[in-house]
C-alpha cells in the first residue's frame, strides 16, 4: 500500500479559521480545498455536536443496594439513566479520485468536560466519587471543569473514495440521586445530572466514488 505523506507547508495552506457564534451548533466550513489528490471541505463545531447517544444501563447500575455501614448509615448513588455519546469537534469530507491511498493530517482541537449538578457543593469531591464510582468511567478532568486539548491526526484516505472522518471526545451522562442513608431510612437526596468527557474519539466512513 502506497501513502503520499503531506508537507506541513501544503497543510498550512489549508488551516481554517474558527469564527462566528450565537446558533447552538455554530460551525465554520471552510470552502473546498486541494492537496494532492485530494479535494477537502472541513467544519469546525464551536459548540461541539453531540450525538449517537446509547443506553449503556445495565442491571447491576441500576440495582438500589444500602450503604455497607454496619448501621445501614451513608451515602449512595442510585442511578436512573447512563448514556453513552459522541462529542464531535471536527468533520472533513475528502475525496480521493485517484487509484492511490493518499493520508491527511490535521491539527485539531476537541473539549474536555465535566458539568452538571450533583448535590452541595461543599461536599462536591465526595459526591463525584460516589458518582464515578457507581458509573465506573472515569472523568478526564475535575468537576465544573472545561478545557481543549489540540493534538495532530492523521487518517489514511482509500483509493477511490468520498471520506467523512471525525473528530471530538467520548462522554457519558448520567442521571439518578445521591441518598444519604441513616441507619436504614433516606436521610437526605439530591438530583445528580452530570455530563463528562473520557477520552478522545475519531471516525472514518469511506464509500466508492
Not at 505523506?5 to 489549508?14: G, H, I, P, Q, Y
Not at 492523521?154 to 445521591?178: C, D, H, M, N
Amino acid at each position: 500500500m502506497n501513502i503520499k505523506k503531506l508537507s506541513f507547508a501544503t497543510l498550512l495552506l489549508s488551516s481554517l479559521v474558527v469564527s462566528g457564534a450565537g446558533s447552538a451548533f455554530a460551525v465554520s466550513q471552510g470552502a473546498p480545498i486541494k492537496i494532492g489528490n485530494l479535494q477537502i471541505v472541513e467544519r469546525v463545531y464551536e459548540n461541539p455536536v453531540e450525538y449517537d447517544f446509547t443506553d449503556a444501563l445495565t442491571k447491576n447500575d441500576s440495582s438500589k443496594f444500602r450503604p455497607l455501614g454496619n448501621d445501614m448509615t451513608g451515602k449512595v448513588y442510585e442511578i436512573s439513566s447512563k448514556d453513552l455519546y459522541n462529542s464531535k469537534s471536527y468533520e472533513a469530507d475528502i475525496e480521493n479520485d485517484s487509484n492511490e491511498n493518499d493520508s491527511f493530517s490535521r491539527k485539531v482541537t476537541r473539549k474536555t468536560f465535566l458539568t452538571g449538578k450533583i448535590g452541595a457543593s461543599a461536599e462536591t469531591k465526595v459526591n463525584w466519587r460516589i458518582i464515578e464510582g457507581k458509573v465506573g468511567i472515569n472523568a478526564e478532568v475535575s468537576f465544573g471543569s472545561e478545557d481543549t486539548v489540540e493534538t495532530t491526526h492523521t487518517w489514511v484516505i482509500p483509493k477511490r473514495t468520498l471520506t467523512t472522518v471525525e473528530y471530538g471526545s467520548k462522554a457519558v451522562k448520567t442521571t439518578g440521586s445521591l441518598v444519604e442513608y441513616f441507619q436504614g431510612r433516606v436521610k437526605d437526596s439530591h438530583y445528580v445530572n452530570v455530563k463528562y468527557s473520557y477520552k478522545e474519539y475519531s471516525s472514518k466512513k469511506s464509500r466508492d466514488l
